[in-house]
């Protein structure tokens, strides 16, 4: 591939894609997080022992408190949109190259029951963009076919 | 804020935590694995987060073996960097060591975690990784990676010095016979420089026994100013030399045979600790081997030997008389960008004579020894006294 500016010389540009083959452990929290989705189409969040926040994603460790959150607990699967956007460029997933139909909508859902800042981000099924507001009641609607990842989760449905 | 020092201030590492080194930690997240040795040190120092305790985090990682873009933001839930200071060092944590105490002598902070991790077993291939250290047009294309070029390194070495495969293989077995003393080390199997020699070739003349594991772990330090040093510990170990130099980035500049840039990080770290004779200043050595010819080879950059002296220096025992790597070094297995900072907890655990069966009695003064990149471009020097 090269670039010609008129008059001046050619630019050489080198086109590549890097690939590195990875596997990533999921350990013990975050991997029961995503077993539960597979498994029993739950949304379990752990939960700060000494300040009482849910952690969403589930992490070792209480980011505020610096001690592990030990205790889980089942949120949702209804809540609320928090913040919400609605996306106009297709973006491919990075794994397969498929790009998602346009538009479509992103948002933050804080899920019932949840404690502190801990707002569940997946799609959101909104046939009609129109409705979309923060404060729309959502509910969690898992895929048929599960294999712990957030995949399982298939999008955020409106409560009509 | 800190209090202002001035020139002269010293600075302390008063507690070290590591997790075992493993090929394959598949249990857990790197952050689980961080985890483990922070909660180690604040227990160590009875510290917390925060106004009063810890205000600042030095973090060690990569981002290509992390496989994510600026990756110590992944951490900051561990460090105590949520909310707070953090800054990421993407080179060797024997360079992550000399951050940490700039923070201090710059009178930044008077206290200072530095926590380093890496999972090498996270990607397929460390060549795949390393080979992305290059740049895209030049040596890319030609394969270069660090296994690559440390057997450019280790061809014009050994043709310069004599150094042989055999003695390569001894550096192997002693490397085994220590990591058995040392409950974090990874390679303990014995094997016999039969056994060193017969395994495979990598990159001609490095075999897979003269060459680092794959290693998962991570290491976490409280680094403190003198003045809060003595509420932490009473063994604080002291840093009383600190130098690094870079070389250049093309291979073919340097002069791959000697030791460039290991010279003049020595020398400035020495100056400051004011070693004047290495050969029989430290009582406790260590090296960051990634393979087994650079132990000579930087052995004879920190000036424990002559120079193009180091075949003479392996057969004479130098390793075995001046405590070289009784850790088991690096060959027993660290992530490559941990190589340094496990030779600084080393001289730290050895310092303050916690070693064990490995312990060198009485030990006063120590030299811990890292290198980023390939083929050692950039080498640090820390020397530490208790």
Request: glycine share 8%.
């Amino acid at each position: 591939m090269s670039n010609k500016k008129e008059g001046g010389p050619e630019l050489i540009v080198s086109r590549q894609i890097l690939s590195i083959a990875q596997r990533f452990s999921t350990g013990p929290v975050m991997g029961r997080f995503l077993r539960e989705l597979r498994d029993n189409k739950r949304i379990m969040a752990n939960k700060c022992p000494k300040c009482g926040r849910h952690q969403l994603p589930p992490r070792e460790v209480c980011a505020l408190c610096s001690v592990e959150a030990t205790e889980w607990e089942e949120l949702g699967p209804e809540g609320a949109i928090r913040d919400y956007d609605i996306v106009y460029y297709s973006s491919p997933d990075p794994l397969t190259g498929e790009t998602r139909e346009t538009p479509y909508v992103l948002c933050w859902a804080q899920l019932d029951r949840t404690q502190g800042d801990a707002p569940l981000w997946h799609l959101l099924n909104a046939p009609d963009l129109s409705k979309v507001r923060r404060g729309l009641r959502v509910r969690v609607v898992f895929s048929e076919e599960r294999d712990g990842t957030m995949g399982d989760i298939k999008y955020f449905e409106i409560i009509e | 804020m800190a209090k202002h020092r001035g020139a002269g201030g010293r600075v302390a590492i008063c507690a070290v935590a590591q997790t075992k080194f493993e090929r394959d930690k598949w249990q857990v997240r790197f952050q689980g694995m961080l985890w483990e040795v922070v909660e180690k040190v604040l227990r160590q120092t009875g510290l917390q987060f925060g106004a009063g305790g810890i205000e600042a985090a030095v973090t060690v990682s990569d981002d290509v073996f992390d496989a994510r873009t600026i990756s110590d933001g992944a951490i900051t839930d561990v460090v105590g960097a949520h909310h707070q200071s953090e800054e990421k060092v993407a080179a060797d944590g024997a360079q992550g060591v000399y951050y940490a105490a700039a923070t201090i002598l710059s009178n930044h902070h008077d206290i200072v975690l530095l926590a380093g991790h890496c999972k090498e077993s996270q990607s397929a291939s460390r060549n795949q990784i390393t080979h992305l250290a290059f740049d895209p047009f030049y040596t890319r294309p030609v394969g270069l990676d660090y296994v690559a070029a440390a057997a450019l390194q280790a061809q014009a070495y050994m043709a310069r010095t004599g150094v042989t495969e055999a003695q390569l293989a001894d550096v192997v077995v002693r490397s085994r016979k220590w990591a058995r003393e040392n409950p974090v080390a990874q390679e303990t199997a014995a094997v016999t420089r039969e056994q060193a020699l017969a395994a495979p070739m990598l990159a001609a003349p490095i075999r897979q026994s003269f060459m680092y594991p794959v290693s998962d772990g991570a290491i976490a330090m409280i680094l403190a100013s003198e003045e809060r040093a003595a509420e932490l510990t009473d063994r604080p170990v002291w840093i009383t030399g600190l130098g690094n130099c870079y070389d250049s980035f093309f291979l073919g500049e340097r002069d791959l045979a000697g030791n460039f840039s290991l010279e003049r990080a020595a020398k400035k770290a020495y100056e400051m600790a004011g070693v004047t004779h290495p050969t029989d200043a430290f009582e406790v050595v260590e090296i960051a081997d990634q393979y087994a010819h650079q132990q000579p080879q930087y052995a004879e950059g920190l000036a424990l030997c002559p120079a193009r002296q180091g075949a003479k220096w392996l057969a004479d025992g130098g390793p075995e008389k001046q405590h070289v790597n009784r850790s088991g070094g690096m060959l027993a297995g660290n992530p490559l960008i941990l190589g340094g900072m496990a030779r600084v907890a080393e001289a730290v655990i050895q310092l303050r004579g916690e070693a064990g069966s490995r312990q060198v009695p009485g030990a006063k003064r120590a030299l811990a020894h890292g290198a980023t990149g390939p083929a050692g471009q950039l080498q640090t020097v820390v020397v530490l006294e208790n």
